[in-house]
């Protein structure tokens, strides 16, 4: 008995001064990836490569204001700023789920869709959906939300056994 404790203990220090001497000789180690380079140029980071992304379009959505139907913009206020997006030939236009133009846009009437951002600081529209949610998405979201409602307001027994 004396000397399965002894061996036991034995056993126990000699694991731990081994991890020890593993955990001294990991620490010593340097790090091998290599650091940036502090004289990186930010023209580097700015041309692109084939494997980076576009960038994505940014949502908006609100209340067409300030139409101008000749430089092909309007407005929409927001709540510090007010942001003004540019029409182009690249973006798509909706109005109803059809094909429509920037001669459609009224002011005050409800706009969503996305834009992205220039270098200048201009925001060029992707899309523009012209005014709110058709007659079809009111009924469809009315209905669904029905639906819910009804689930929730006649729950089924429950079976006593």
Do not use: H
Not at 52 to 73: H, L, V
Not at 87 to 104: E, F, I, L, R, S
Request: aromatic share 4%; net charge positive.
């Amino acid at each position: 008995m004396k000397s399965t404790s002894l061996l036991l203990t034995a056993a126990c220090a000699a694991s731990l001064s081994l991890c020890g001497m593993m955990t001294a000789l990991g620490a010593s180690k340097k790090d091998a990836s290599p650091s940036p380079s502090p004289s990186a140029s930010p023209t580097a980071k700015a041309t692109a490569s084939p494997k980076e992304k576009a960038p994505r379009a940014i949502p908006f959505r609100g209340m067409a204001t300030a139409i101008d139907q000749s430089a092909k913009t309007f407005t929409i206020a927001g709540k510090e700023t007010s942001r003004v997006f540019k029409v182009t030939d690249k973006t798509t236009v909706t109005k109803g789920g059809n094909p429509a133009t920037m001669a459609d846009l009224m002011d005050n009437e409800a706009v969503t869709g996305s834009y992205w951002k220039q270098e200048d600081g201009t925001l060029e529209a992707k899309s523009l959906k012209i005014g709110g949610k058709s007659d079809a998405d009111k009924a469809s979201s009315a209905q669904k939300s029905k639906k819910a409602d009804d689930a929730m307001a006649s729950p089924s027994p429950s079976p006593k056994n």
